[in-house]
């Protein structure tokens, strides 16, 4: 089994930055992509941002500019690096990963418990 444990979560004013951390452990063989996704009550959970094994990154429209993503292979860590907060930004903040056991062909994907986010002045 595989665990995902996401952190730095808070309440921060508009404008504000905060950084979440999303930290995988068990039985890894590799990650390949990592993943941040976020969700309003009552609405769908989106994308927020993505990146591959290789380093490649994808991010919504809404946060480009504005939050990065990057992550440590040998901490098996994802990182959100979010700036310039905006209110809209409110929401539970999942990590997901897409996991290969060690000697699986195959991945799975794992989401995190979620962390909350909120702007607010």
């Known amino acids: 089994q595989v665990q995902l444990v996401e952190s730095g979560g808070g309440l921060v004013q508009p404008g504000g930055s905060l950084r979440l951390s999303c930290a995988a452990s068990g039985r890894i063989g590799s990650i390949n992509t990592m993943g941040w996704y976020r969700q309003v009550p009552g609405k769908q959970r989106d994308l927020v941002a993505t990146?591959?094994?290789?380093?490649?990154?994808n991010y919504a429209d809404s946060v480009k500019g504005r939050f990065t993503i990057s992550r440590d292979d040998t901490k098996n860590t994802a990182y959100l690096q979010m700036n310039s907060l905006k209110p809209e930004d409110t929401a539970i903040y999942y990590c997901?990963?897409?996991?290969?056991?060690?000697?699986?062909?195959?991945?799975?994907?794992?989401w995190g418990q979620g962390t909350q986010v909120t702007v607010s002045s």
């Open positions: 990146i591959s094994s290789g380093g490649r990154t």
């Open positions: 997901k990963a897409d996991v290969r056991s060690p000697g699986s062909f195959w991945s799975i994907s794992y």
